[in-house]
């Protein structure tokens, strides 16, 4: 490809979900530097500390897969092969396993970091032609509580909101999330709003207290897993209080009248009481919200990743249920994507339990769909594996062989040693990466190096259903190579036909096609319609051109009744509950200037100098009882295994509750600060989720022998 060096490339920030737009130039040399896209509708311009560092992660190619390596027993060293050997070997591997024992026996595990294009092709891969539904992301581990509970409340996996909703609402419920450091330009926008705008209310509703707080009115700073009590507590006061759309609850929701009787089985003294904040508290934040035209509800990993994630999801949308607050101008629940492309895989169906275009997998006629056009073999109603699953499953041998792109598993799946041990116990792994640092490394038969951000083309979409085009700007380095190329040639040489796309760009029509008459419907979007409108949000048609910007403005829901339905669930936790041995919550989450497993962000060393190392954070009141001060090495224990890293005490936590950053593993550090070491196994029953947020440990000085 010749270099422009005097042209400028547009792209989209690949961390977060809030998909900022970005500027990139080449210099002699090739390296690229980055700017904010100040043209873009999401940022303005505007980047955050990880954003305007992503040249670094690009131009520093020092530990960059260049060439396929493979090995032909695990007893072998990895030896530099050709791409042919390559993924012959893997054609020949996957069709043993699956003549020998079917297709369940093979899996795919992916990314929310995959673009489109990519996604789209492994799922029609594993579902249309290899006949499995084992494919599932790391998506499963951010997002697929509030994909559940979306499909229960409003029929469909759809975002209702946009970003410009932010300037429109007068109150931000804001619920297990960290915006300001974690979805740092949508706060920056929320801060300008409430700046200009000092009557807007903003509640927050941590365990934590967190920079996001220091703009709260609110701050319920809850017990851990007490968040549908607390739901239903503000639901019950909302109705006592008539605060209720009793006109949008009649005629566009089903399910008030069992909801009602489930917020009034407490008292709000009992809820208080078991949420840890006060009465007056709960009707401060009630009133608050039933005071609003516009009222907002964001939230993310503290709802989604929980025992009772759905639960957690759906009883906050409720709130924007029972107030009408949903299609309208600055309304409506709004779930913050972690990943900057979960929401295009929710688009393909790339998990387990979904087909392309919110398609349902258990609906035969959607199945029978979905084969004709892919013109495969006949798609299983079969529920695939989800990740956690996946592990088990190479544990106990029912799979034998797994594929992994774009993810780092041994860090950031829950109980990091059971996936160390079920990745070794694995017949065959393939690892699809770019970096030489992912640990899932030593334990692959075949490597495959792929081409990373700005080295490829494709489509991502972000949290408020905006898609953007991400130019390639330069060439992978050595051998490497797109992910959605990698997985055409390896179909090909399965000898599945319908995976020889002339361009990436074709494999995103076949996408929007497959969208037709479905609520996404971007059927008939190209690339240069998305780089007309900047970015397009869906559902687009050529009358809307640059897409719909807010869903349910007077049309109906998704749901067989096309009303919303109010559900009822119950505030029982399922986590695994503190006791004698293991007395304290352990809780995890992220730090403002690293990314996931640190397999990029660790490169960069001005993004090191925020937060240096990993910590357990620890009220100075359990400090004391133990006999713990400030930057002393501790041991924390679960049932699972053990963490060592230095104190944080800070009375920014609750007593009894400690709380570890999720991004450190042998990529900086080492693998004893590995949060997972010790995280629960308990997944959301519905979602699958795991319970990142919740599960007993003892926390001890370290000693030496
Ligand atoms: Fe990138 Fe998210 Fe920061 Fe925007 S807010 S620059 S998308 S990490």
Request: proline residues 4%; aromatic residues 8%.
């Amino acid at each position: 490809m010749p270099v422009h060096r005097n042209k400028t490339y547009t792209s989209t920030c690949c961390y977060c979900g809030v998909g900022c737009g970005v500027k990139i130039t080449l210099d002699k040399n090739e390296n690229i530097a980055v700017e904010g896209d100040k043209d873009h509708p999401v940022n303005h311009g505007m980047l955050c500390s990880k954003g305007l560092n992503l040249q670094y992660t690009v131009n520093d190619k020092s530990d960059r897969l260049l060439y396929p390596q493979m090995r032909y027993s695990k007893s072998m060293p990895l030896q530099r092969v050709s791409w042919d050997d390559a993924l012959n070997r893997t054609a020949a591997v996957f069709k043993t396993f699956i003549d020998k024992y079917g297709p369940d026996s093979v899996a795919f595990y992916a990314s929310g970091q995959c673009l489109t294009e990519e996604y789209y092709v492994i799922n029609k891969l594993i579902k249309g032609f290899i006949g499995s539904n084992n494919i599932d992301t790391n998506s499963r581990l951010c997002m697929s509580s509030a994909v559940t509970a979306y499909k229960m409340a409003l029929g469909e996996d759809s975002v209702p909101i946009c970003y410009d909703d932010i300037e429109l609402a007068d109150c931000f419920f804001v619920t297990g999330a960290n915006p300001a450091w974690c979805h740092p330009i949508l706060w920056r926008r929320v801060e300008a709003h409430k700046a200009a705008h000092p009557e807007v209310k903003l509640i927050i509703v941590d365990p934590r207290v967190t920079d996001s707080c220091g703009l709260a009115d609110l701050h319920l700073q809850i017990n851990p897993g007490t968040d549908v009590t607390l739901n239903h507590a503000i639901g019950r006061v909302l109705i006592e209080r008539n605060y209720i759309d009793t006109d949008f609850i009649d005629q566009r929701t089903e399910g008030f009248e069992a909801y009602q009787k489930r917020v009034f089985e407490r008292t709000l003294k009992e809820s208080a009481a078991i949420c840890g904040v006060t009465v007056a508290e709960i009707e401060l934040a009630a009133s608050y919200i039933g005071n609003a035209k516009g009222f907002l509800t964001m939230w993310t990993m503290g709802l989604n990743q929980s025992s009772i994630g759905v639960n957690k999801n759906l009883s906050l949308i409720n709130l924007n249920l029972i107030t009408g607050h949903i299609g309208k101008p600055g309304s409506g629940p709004f779930s913050l994507t972690g990943q900057p492309n979960a929401m295009g895989g929710r688009e393909v169906g790339g998990l387990a339990n979904l087909l392309p275009a919110h398609r349902d997998l258990l609906n035969e006629t959607h199945r029978k769909e979905v084969q004709q056009f892919w013109g495969g073999t006949t798609i299983s109603g079969k529920v695939g594996l989800t990740a956690t699953e996946m592990f088990e499953a190479l544990n106990d041998g029912r799979l034998k062989a797994i594929w992994i792109l774009c993810t780092n598993p041994i860090t950031s799946l829950p109980n990091a040693r059971f996936a160390e041990q079920a990745l070794k116990k694995a017949k065959f792994v393939v690892v699809q990466e770019i970096t030489d640092k992912a640990e899932t490394l030593v334990y692959a038969d075949v490597i495959l190096p792929a081409a990373a951000w700005t080295e490829k083309e494709g489509t991502m979409t972000n949290s408020e259903r905006r898609i953007s085009h991400l130019q390639k700007v330069i060439e992978p380095p050595g051998e490497a190579l797109p992910d959605a190329e990698i997985i055409c040639r390896f179909a090909t040489k399965m000898g599945y036909k319908g995976f020889t796309y002339k361009s990436t760009e074709d494999i995103y029509k076949e996408h929007t096609k497959l969208t037709y008459r479905s609520s996404i419907n971007i059927n008939g979007l190209d690339y240069k319609q998305i780089d007309d409108c900047k970015t397009v949000q869906w559902p687009y048609n050529k009358k809307t051109e640059s897409g719909t910007k807010r869903l349910f403005t007077n049309h109906l829901f998704h749901t067989p009744s096309k009303k919303a339905i109010i559900h009822s669930p119950s505030d029982e936790l399922k986590s695994e509950l503190p006791d004698e041995d293991f007395p304290f919550i352990l809780t995890t989450g992220r730090v403002r200037d690293q990314w996931h497993t640190m397999s990029k962000t660790g490169k960069v060393s001005k993004l090191k100098q925020h937060i240096k190392h990993a910590f357990l954070e620890i009220h100075p009141i359990d400090a004391a009882l133990l006999n713990i001060s400030d930057n002393q090495v501790l041991v924390v224990r679960s049932r699972r295994g053990e963490v060592q890293v230095k104190s944080k005490v800070s009375a920014t936590i609750k007593q009894g509750v400690v709380f570890l950053p999720m991004h450190w593993g042998k990529i900086l550090g080492s693998d004893l600060n590995r949060a997972n070491n010790i995280t629960s196994t308990i997944i959301d029953p519905i979602s699958k989720e795991p319970d990142f947020k919740y599960c007993a440990v003892s926390v001890e000085k370290y000693k030496k022998d």
